[in-house]
């Protein structure tokens, strides 16, 4: 199960240029390999997000932050019983949802996903019986054809994999307050600094701060709640956290097969009140049920693909963006690669323009002949 504690001990030493007088943040100098801890958060799955805020925050004791309606989908599979899923792991796994590059955040300096490397496990009879499934099971709770647990572990060992997470050849990066993140330079730091009316340096003073696992949690909430993640981490200064919503509805990503084939639609009853056509509630089928709740495993970065950037929530959209043209100057689709569910997840009907992982990847030692 989830939930090691983290340690307090700081890891980075973040380099910060302060407006004294006003009291913030102008922009940060950070490694390499804090910008990877950056980019591990646009790769974690939504259910991972809010159970990790909502575990920040209790230990903060402070106001639980709302991302969208993720916290009241969590907490609907949170208050479903077992029986209302196929098996217990179904429900483990959106509540515990598998973090496709789960393996290579383990490398990062600060890896705030605690959920757990997912193991494989096959039938023990595999080898002396013919009709014994032969394939594997991420679950030693689950039963194979001939009734025993599948619960002899599989060793698996590493593929090819990048040597690299993000993959950067760059050392140093900077970083404003509305965490856009660039390649350091002397040419970019003027550049930003006069963006933001700074032509005097002197106003400005230099601090160094201490960075551990809490104050990467720390960041990763005020992603969602706020326009000034620095300066609300490092100066306390939590009051300038603001939401921004629109409500204009979003201009849906074309999946990437191109027209929609009729076994891709799914039909649901809206109730709505007439006067002012607000939608009371829906009834569905279970396949949409399926759709919404797959949506937790969905990581940060397809979703805000599949929301075509129409939502405006915290300043995620300028750190998405910032982030991905970084990745594109590496001459890499780095974000590319991680828009992508673990296998487990491969949804009967592709509502979602979102990619299965790829199984080359790990070299299982049994033929895996299919899924759960
Ligand atoms: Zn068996």
Avoid at 42 to 47: D, E, K, R, S, T
Avoid at 54 to 63: C, P
Avoid at 143 to 159: L, P, Q
Avoid at 261 to 286: C, H, M, W
Wanted: hydrophobic share 40%; with cysteine; proline share 4%.
């Amino acid at each position: 199960m989830a939930g090691t504690e983290f340690s307090d001990e700081p890891v980075f030493k973040l380099k910060l240029l302060v407006d004294k007088e006003k009291n913030k943040v102008v922009l940060a100098e950070v490694c390499k390999d804090f910008v990877d801890v950056l980019f591990s958060f646009l790769i974690l799955p939504m259910g991972t997000i809010v159970r990790l805020l909502q575990k920040y925050q209790q230990n903060q004791k402070s106001q639980p932050a709302t991302i969208g309606c993720f916290n009241n989908l969590y907490k609907s599979v949170v208050d479903m019983s077992t029986e209302d899923f196929l098996t217990e792991p179904c429900r483990h796994i959106l509540l515990n949802p598998i973090n496709a590059k789960g393996r290579e955040c383990k490398r990062l300096k600060v890896n705030i996903d605690d959920t757990p490397v997912p193991k494989y496990y096959r039938c023990p009879n595999l080898e002396a019986f013919d009709s014994c499934s032969r394939a594997y099971s991420n679950f030693c709770s689950l039963k194979c054809i001939c009734g025993k647990f599948m619960e002899k572990e599989i060793n698996t060992t590493e593929g090819g994999g990048p040597k690299e997470i993000f993959g950067s050849g760059k050392k140093s990066f900077i970083i404003l307050d509305n965490m856009e993140v660039g390649y350091c330079s002397i040419v970019l730091t003027l550049k930003a600094l006069r963006g933001l009316g700074y032509t005097d340096l002197n106003k400005l003073d230099e601090m160094l701060v201490d960075v551990g696992h809490k104050e990467v949690l720390a960041l990763l909430e005020c992603l969602f709640s706020s326009d000034t993640p620095l300066t609300d981490v490092f100066l306390m200064k939590r009051s300038s956290c603001i939401i921004t919503r629109t409500h204009i509805m979003p201009n849906l990503a074309v999946p990437a097969c191109g027209k929609t084939k009729p076994n891709e639609l799914l039909t649901i009853t809206v109730f709505v009140r007439k006067q002012d056509k607000k939608v009371l509630y829906a009834e569905s089928g279970q396949e949409f049920v399926d759709l919404l709740l797959i949506f937790l495993a969905v990581p940060l970065e397809s979703l805000w693909k599949i929301s075509g950037a129409n939502i405006k929530l915290g300043c995620i959209d300028t750190f998405y963006k910032s982030m991905k043209s970084l990745s594109s100057s590496e001459g890499t689709s780095v974000l590319t690669c991680t828009s992508m569910l673990p296998m487990n997840y491969n949804f009967q009907a592709p509502l979602l323009d979102v990619c299965c992982k790829d199984s080359s990847v790990w070299t299982v030692t049994v033929n895996s002949g299919g899924l759960l």
